[in-house]
């Protein structure tokens, strides 16, 4: 059993705080955001995150997992401290540090004794430096500290089961000690794990994401191809996929990536690659074609019905994808908004994302079901791929709309069977 101190409790930190605790060590979640620790304190879960509310609902009957706004309250006697700050895109691309930095120093002035920091927010490449130097700085002399890169690959939707069950866990330090000991925390889960320096460690994390992102814009390009050639991406992408070189992962077409990981972090590794003076020419193409991709769809529409004023739009799916209610980044955001700036009005719906969107799309009428959102509409445009919208009654949004059209952004639906109700079918590369 080891005592953690785990800073942000959000996505990646609570889902972790959640999970060590449930492997047996004595968990602190700290978290600047009063209102999110009082809620957790209550047992309730901020996040939609399935299986979560019952993994936090049993370590906190436990007594092994506590929430505090307060740093004085566990880091002094915390053998490991986890940062998971937000490190959002700013203006120019680059992440933003500003959490990293204040939490850095917040730890620092609380630390005794020996204490493993482990940074596990996605953190440029020399972020383990800068945290060590951070500490050492805002510290007296007789702490001793090293730090440890620890990035995370969980994917929202499938949080818990991803940090219960991970492909491999990558520690990265210059300190081969510390290391180690944090590798003992999850020996448990009898996965590989990468032991390198603090810097490669953080590349293997941008690493990653640009190389998954480079495959979903690789295969909408692809898809535009296709459109152009008669083929269709789906079959395409599913011949491709039996190659084990190639794999069948991520490369479903689509109107493009979101969230709150993918574009921030290409993003912020074509930022790194041009002030360490190369040419990330792939990666600016990657970025160019998802935003290309959000345009198009919306280009699609208007093919379709013309201009768009006062037509009247349903959307289904509003977070930037499947179980999840977290609308950062999300592609819908952009459509709608493309879509009500000519002229459009737009009704949605999302199981779980409604409140999370409404903020961000203050003219857009958010439904409590997805046959109200298309009741009398021009169009219906499926923007996130829920089990949901997989099942839907299509006789029945047939029947409801004034015009029978159906964009399905996420290829979810066989065309045959679109049509065979009815409905217009446009796809994405097919
Ligand atoms: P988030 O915005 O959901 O949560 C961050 C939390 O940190 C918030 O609750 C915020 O109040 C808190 N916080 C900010 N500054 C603080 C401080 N100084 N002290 C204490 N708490 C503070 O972010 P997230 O989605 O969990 O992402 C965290 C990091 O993990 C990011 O670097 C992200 O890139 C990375 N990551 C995210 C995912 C994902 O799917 N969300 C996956 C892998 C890696």
């Not at 490449?125 to 890169?149: M, P, R």
Request: some cysteine; proline content about 5%; aromatic content about 6%.
């Amino acid at each position: 059993m080891a005592r953690i101190s785990i800073i942000g409790s959000g996505y990646v930190g609570l889902v972790s705080a959640a999970a060590f605790a449930d492997l047996g060590n004595d968990v602190t979640g700290i978290d600047i955001d009063e209102n999110k620790v009082a809620s957790l304190r209550r047992g309730e879960c901020p996040i939609y995150e399935p299986g979560l509310p019952e993994l936090l609902t049993r370590n906190l009957k436990a007594g092994r997992l506590r929430f505090t706004t307060s740093y004085a309250d566990a880091v002094p006697d915390s053998e490991f401290v986890f940062i998971c700050v937000d490190t959002p895109q700013s203006f120019n691309g680059e992440a933003d540090m500003r959490a990293v930095r204040r939490a850095a120093t917040t730890i620092a002035q609380h630390l005794r004794g020996a204490t493993i920091l482990v940074n596990k927010s996605t953190m440029p490449i020399g972020s383990g430096d800068l945290v060590a130097k951070i500490v050492k700085e805002h510290t007296c002399d007789e702490v001793n500290f090293s730090v440890v890169s620890n990035p995370e690959f969980l994917r929202e939707g499938s949080a818990v089961h991803d940090v219960m069950h991970p492909e491999r866990i990558v520690l990265g330090s210059d300190d081969r000690q510390a290391a180690e000991k944090v590798a003992d925390l999850y020996r448990v889960l009898q996965t590989p794990i990468v032991i390198t320096d603090l810097r490669s460690a953080e590349m293997i994390k941008y690493a990653s994401n640009a190389f998954l992102a480079t495959k979903i814009s690789f295969i909408n390009e692809i898809a535009r191809i296709c459109e152009r050639v008669g083929a269709d991406v789906t079959v395409v992408a599913k011949g491709m996929g039996h190659d084990a070189r190639i794999g069948p992962l991520f490369l479903e077409a689509g109107i493009g990536y979101g969230g709150s990981c993918f574009p921030k972090d290409v993003s912020a590794l074509a930022y790194m690659a041009e002030e360490a003076n190369t040419h990330p020419q792939l990666l600016r193409a990657v970025i160019e074609i998802n935003n290309d991709q959000r345009r198009r769809f919306v280009q699609k529409l208007q093919e379709q019905l013309g201009d768009l004023t006062d037509r009247q739009i349903g959307v289904w799916g509003l977070a930037f994808k499947q179980n999840t209610d977290d609308m950062r980044e999300s592609p819908a955001i952009d459509i709608i908004r493309m879509i009500e700036q000519r002229g459009g009005t737009v009704r949605a719906y999302d199981p779980a994302a409604a409140e999370n969107a409404r903020p961000l799309l203050p003219n857009t009428t958010i439904c409590s079901s997805p046959y109200d959102a298309i009741d009398g509409a021009d169009a219906l445009c499926v923007i996130t791929p829920w089990n949901e919208f997989k099942q839907a009654n299509l006789g029945r949004v047939a029947e409801l709309m004034r015009t029978p059209l159906l964009l399905d952004g996420r290829n979810l639906y066989d065309p045959s069977d679109v049509q065979a109700h009815g409905l217009t079918y446009v796809g994405i590369g097919r």
